[in-house]
């Protein structure tokens, strides 16, 4: 394929704005022939249009790692079940609220679930913890991330009163998405999962890793398509790090540069989504999650486990706020978001584009 010169490539960030698509093609042609100038001239209107629709407000979700077990076996992941050397955790059903109680003293209203796929925590007591937690916090949204369940159980969870879901699609591409899951994932499954609970009516997030093992742009561009195809409320991307306990422990981890760029696109493509400046993002760059909100994101996800826990829900090497108490964590961010002309709301922070539950 012809590279772009950058005038071509000014007008596809100029379409893309003005029709939210491109073609497969223009998508990788974007991302081949991106340049410093280029990601400036889109990094301005991803900006403007995040300015529209969120203002400078930063939305915070006070992340809760419950579990480190996990039942799969993610090539990438530092938590999957043949990695032996994994300290395993899981948080009592008080541990959690604890969190909650610190996370809303903090200004959270937003708490995320989030874990590896662990079968010791039935429905019954997830649901249990749903009631807990939105009754002790009827102005505050809650997020589960625990992966691929039955439609049932995502129909249970949400009549408990979860309000949104995130599950990344990782790959929209079916022989990438085998290259990086054990056999018993597909990525069929994983679409059906996002389908399932977009029809039950979640604000559902998806989102994959940029720069794993062996991913092309015309992977990314796919990505891209099935976002647009999906139409989330939110979409979280951050760069593929290695783990030294994982079979990709000597492959090359994913740049910031890139990360930043495809923010940068998806912000023209879905206006009004949520996105967050991930800490994958803030892992492989210091100031990641300040770039990524000068490119279009609108939201961070400190971390509220337990301190004890911090550095045993590792995904990925040299993950950052493993050793903060969440006061600090909280308190970092702040300083961070008003550093860049931002600032960081009490809000939970809903999408613009709507969900059975939005309020
Ligand atoms: N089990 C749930 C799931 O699979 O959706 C939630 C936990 S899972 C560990 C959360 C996310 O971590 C995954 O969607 C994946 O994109 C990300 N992740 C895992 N390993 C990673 C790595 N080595 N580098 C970057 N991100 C990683």
Same mark, same amino acid.
């Given at each position: 394929m012809m590279k772009q010169t950058m005038e071509q490539s000014k007008?596809?960030? $100029?379409?893309? %704005?003005?029709?939210? #698509?491109?073609?497969?093609?223009?998508?990788?042609?974007l991302i081949n022939s991106r340049t410093p100038e280029l990601s400036d001239y889109l990094f301005e209107k991803s900006r403007r249009i995040r300015q529209e629709h969120y203002g400078n407000d930063v939305y915070l979700r006070g992340l809760i790692e419950f579990t480190n077990y996990c039942k799969?076996?993610?090539?990438?992941? +530092?938590? /999957?079940?043949?990695?032996?050397?994994?300290?395993?955790? /899981? *948080?009592?059903?008080?541990q959690i609220l604890s969190c909650c109680d610190e996370g809303y003293s903090l200004g959270f209203r937003t708490f995320v679930l989030q874990g590896g %796929? =662990?079968?010791?925590?039935? =429905? %019954?007591?997830?649901?249990?913890?749903?009631r807990e937690i939105k009754t002790c916090y009827p102005d505050c949204a809650l997020t589960l991330s625990i992966g691929e369940r039955s439609y049932a159980s995502y129909k249970a969870f949400y009549e408990a009163g979860a309000d949104r879901y995130l599950l990344r699609h990782e790959t929209a591409d079916p022989v990438h998405y085998s290259k990086l899951h054990p056999p018993s994932l597909t990525l069929e499954t994983r679409k059906k999962c996002l389908m399932d609970l977009k029809n039950i009516g979640y604000q559902v997030g998806s989102g994959f890793m940029v720069g794993s093992p062996g991913q092309t742009s015309a992977q990314l561009a796919e990505d891209l398509l099935f976002l647009h195809e999906l139409q989330p409320q939110m979409v979280g991307i951050g760069p593929f790090i290695a783990h030294h306990d994982t079979p990709f422990a000597l492959e090359e981890s994913g740049t910031a540069e890139l990360t930043l760029f495809l923010l940068g696109l998806i912000r023209l493509m879905l206006p009004t989504a949520l996105l967050p400046a991930t800490t994958a993002l803030g892992t492989i760059d210091p100031l990641g999650r300040e770039k990524g909100i000068?490119? +279009?994101?609108? #939201?961070?996800?400190?971390? *509220?486990?337990?301190?004890?826990? /911090? $550095?045993?829900?590792?995904?990925?090497?040299?993950?950052?706020?493993? +050793? =903060?108490?969440?006061?600090?964590?909280?308190?970092?961010?702040d300083g961070r978001i008003s550093s860049i002309g931002y600032q960081v709301v009490v809000d939970r922070g809903d999408s613009k584009l709507g969900g059975k539950k939005n309020v």
């Open positions: 007008q596809l960030i $100029d379409q893309l %704005e003005e029709t939210h #698509v491109l073609s497969k093609e223009a998508f990788i042609s799969n076996d993610c090539l990438y992941c +530092g938590i /999957r079940r043949s990695n032996k050397n994994a300290s395993r955790y /899981r *948080l009592t059903k008080e %796929e =662990d079968s010791h925590y039935s =429905d %019954e007591m997830l649901l249990d913890l749903i000068l490119a +279009g994101a609108n #939201v961070v996800m400190p971390n *509220l486990s337990p301190r004890e826990v /911090r $550095d045993k829900y590792l995904l990925y090497d040299n993950k950052i706020c493993t +050793g =903060d108490e969440a006061a600090e964590c909280r308190q970092c961010i």
